[in-house]
């Protein structure tokens, strides 16, 4: 088990003591751990993963073909250039992510296999009491902290989403969601039935394809897809120009942003235009004739996650006969497969449900402030990262439309600028309060079904932090707009009260 460097002792508990917890040594916590070491060199702080390894995401999902489906150039950290090809593989993001913690000696700072249970601010002593399963001693250490960094994510890890369709107890074969994949899971010569058709959906499939006999794909409704190739022209050209890797990975960057808010506008100012030009992307590589009702979704782009499919591999299969799309819903399962509502009868010996995850609030930890239990539906978010009535506590919530790393980065910037302001104040206490004149604005939903959309989220919304309609108390989803105005927040604008 690594051990943080820090020593410093909690004086009215004895229990050990740092400045930051950082939750999480997936892709948000290795990076926010980056930023709090070099903007903040003067915090202790311990990075606490539940799992046996740094990855999150990467380490944990072991299904068929893991992919990325954001580019590396900007899901990938600004301090650390990329090299590899645009989308990645997760042996690939996780060399990446064991360099950034060698690199920046973060080892010593992490402690696996440790996994949250509680946590409580005292108002009192202004400091969180966080209790903590050590999975592999078998027993619950006490530790406190000033500021908890919550970099966990935001879905389950434990559990994918799973419906209940009729007749599943007399289905004969396999069910397997893609969260409980194992790798010694053999599907070689066998049907497989893939239900769903998201991210996950065109990253398995494409690889079923190289072994089974044949991949179907049921899904309620199709999704926008993306296919290029998986090299980057761009960078390709740079490198033979021998620029330096920094260069490189800024150039390509801003060209992949500048490039993604084109699209995210078009999105919004001419869904139309940009709805044929993504089906156009796709139907250029079906076969002639081929019926686009499996691939003309019902919603405007982007109001759910638009997919890349790299080279093309997931519309190979339809090409070659070895993958045959379904669009219906489930009316029962039997025993040897499912029967849709329209009478349709796909035999199957593995059913894959692609059915996504269920939403998980702060890591789902029980939280109490001053020995009340804190109800994150009755608060309001600050920017997206912080909420009303809860000191201390900074959560990293990613981009949909852009890559969910780059709000690590001005999370990382912005914390750097809070903890600066208050020990320049000589506060131990931060929290997010409406202020006055934030009486009577409209309070909403954490982001609203006509931005975006997807199910997992829509299924749990009731459990989240609200989003009013200021800048201030607003959770938009808007990189190109927040990689302004974050760096530049008035912090003593009455937003956060300081202590």
């Known amino acids: 088990m690594s051990q943080s460097a820090t020593l410093e002792t909690d004086p009215a508990t004895g229990t050990e003591h740092f400045d930051v917890m950082v939750v999480g040594a997936g892709i948000s916590g290795i990076g926010s751990a980056v930023h709090l070491q070099e903007q903040c060199p003067g915090k202790s702080f311990v990075i606490l993963e539940k799992f046996e390894s740094f990855g999150g995401t990467w380490h944990m ?68 009491t966080v209790r903590v399963s050590r999975l592999d001693e078998g027993d619950e250490v006490t530790l406190t902290c000033n500021f908890l960094y919550m ?25 397997i969601h893609p969260m409980e994949w194992t790798e010694d899971i053999d599907y070689t010569d066998k049907n497989i039935l893939v239900i769903g058709s998201g991210a996950t959906a065109a990253t398995v499939v494409p690889e079923f394809c190289k072994k089974a006999r044949h ?58 235009d940009l709805r044929t030009f993504l089906l156009e992307g796709v139907k250029a ?26 080279d093309g591999d997931l519309f190979a299969g339809i090409r070659e006969g070895k993958t045959t799309m379904v669009t219906d819903e489930i009316d029962t399962f039997t025993e040897t497969g499912v029967v849709t509502k329209d009478g349709t009868v796909i035999e199957a010996d593995i059913v894959v449900p692609a059915t996504g995850f269920n939403l998980s609030v702060l ?14 539906p009755d608060t309001v978010t600050y920017r997206g990262m912080m909420f009303t009535g809860v000191p201390n506590l900074a959560w990293i919530f990613g981009y949909f439309r852009a890559s969910w790393t780059l709000r690590v980065d001005l999370m990382g910037d912005f914390i750097g600028r809070l903890f600066a302001l208050m020990d320049r104040k000589g506060a131990r206490k931060v929290t ?7 009486a009577g604005m409209e309070i909403g939903d954490w ?33 190109w ?15 956060l009260v300081f202590e």
């Open 215 to 272: 991949v179907t794909v049921l899904q309620r409704s199709p999704t926008y897809f993306i296919p290029g190739r998986n090299a980057d022209d761009l960078a390709d050209t740079l490198r033979q120009l021998e620029i330096d890797e920094k260069w490189i990975h800024e150039i390509v960057r801003r060209k992949r942003l500048f490039d993604g808010k084109a699209v995210t506008d078009m999105s919004f100012n001419q869904p139309e």
């Open 432 to 438: 997010p309060r409406l202020r006055p004149e934030d």
């Open 363 to 376: 890591g789902d930890i029980p939280f109490e402030v001053d020995g009340r239990p804190v109800s994150w």
């Open 151 to 175: 970099c966990q994510g935001y879905y389950n890890q434990d559990k994918g989403y799973m419906p209940e369709w009729p007749g599943m107890s007399s289905y004969r074969g396999r069910v």
């Open 285 to 310: 590589l079906l076969p002639e004739g081929y019926d686009m009702k499996h691939f003309t979704p019902s919603y405007r782009p982007w109001q759910q996650r638009i997919a890349f499919v790299p």
């Open 61 to 128: 999902h072991r299904y068929p073909g893991i992919r990325s489906d954001s580019d590396l150039y900007t899901f990938g950290y600004r301090f650390k250039p990329w090299v590899g090809p645009p989308i990645a593989t997760a042996a690939e993001i996780k060399k990446y992510m064991g360099e950034v913690i060698e690199e920046h000696g973060l080892a010593r700072h992490i402690r696996y296999r440790h996994r949250i249970t509680s946590a409580s601010w005292s108002s009192e002593r202004n400091v969180w």
């Open 447 to 479: 982001i609203r079904p006509d931005n975006f959309n997807p199910n997992y989220l829509m299924r749990s919304m009731h459990q989240m932090p609200k989003s009013g309609d200021k800048p201030e108390w607003k959770h938009d989803q808007d990189y």
């Open 481 to 495: 707009s927040e990689k302004d105005i974050i760096p530049t927040a008035d912090l003593e604008d009455g937003c």
